[in-house]
């Protein structure tokens, strides 16, 4: 008996972990269907200038005016910021270092007129 529930224990502390994982995935997979049915919308509101990429690869209101940007933009940077976290978590980084990244790689691809932040905070239009 002194054998068997240390075993159990083991057992289960396995099985918690694997449900974390399976449980992680799960969740990366929703929120990269809700990142890719977004896109549209984002892509939408960058070109009337509502939505601009900033220097931490999150999205900043541009104009307020546009009332349904705030909402996108916070549910897409709620989105990153789990995706950057375990981007972190895979490659022994931090989510800083992974967004900062993100934000160069953003800014470089982005459609020329989509308002972008450098890495000094300056915002133009590309």
């Known amino acids: 008996m002194k054998t068997l529930l240390p075993r159990l224990l083991f057992a289960l502390l396995l099985l918690s972990g694997a449900a974390t994982a399976v449980h992680?995935?799960?969740d990366l997979a929703a929120v990269k269907t809700r990142m890719t049915a977004r896109i549209s919308a984002i892509?939408?509101?960058?070109?009337?200038?509502?939505?601009g990429e900033n220097n931490q690869?999150?999205?900043e209101v541009?104009?307020?005016?546009v009332k349904e940007a705030a909402g996108v933009a916070a549910d897409?940077?709620?989105d990153r910021a789990?995706?950057?976290a375990a981007l972190a978590k895979q490659t022994g980084?931090?989510?800083?270092?992974v967004a900062k990244a993100r934000a160069r790689t953003i800014a470089a691809n982005s459609a020329?007129?989509?308002?972008?932040?450098?890495?000094k905070g300056a915002w133009a239009k590309k």
Do not use: I
């Not at 541009?62 to 005016?65: G, H």
């Not at 020329?112 to 890495?119: N, S």
């Open 24 to 26: 992680a995935a799960d």
């Open 43 to 51: 892509d939408a509101l960058k070109s009337k200038g509502a939505l």
């Open 57 to 59: 690869a999150l999205l």
């Open 62 to 65: 541009r104009d307020p005016a």
């Open 76 to 78: 897409e940077n709620k």
């Open 82 to 84: 789990t995706v950057y």
């Open 93 to 97: 980084s931090t989510p800083d270092q």
């Open 112 to 119: 020329k007129g989509v308002w972008v932040q450098d890495e």
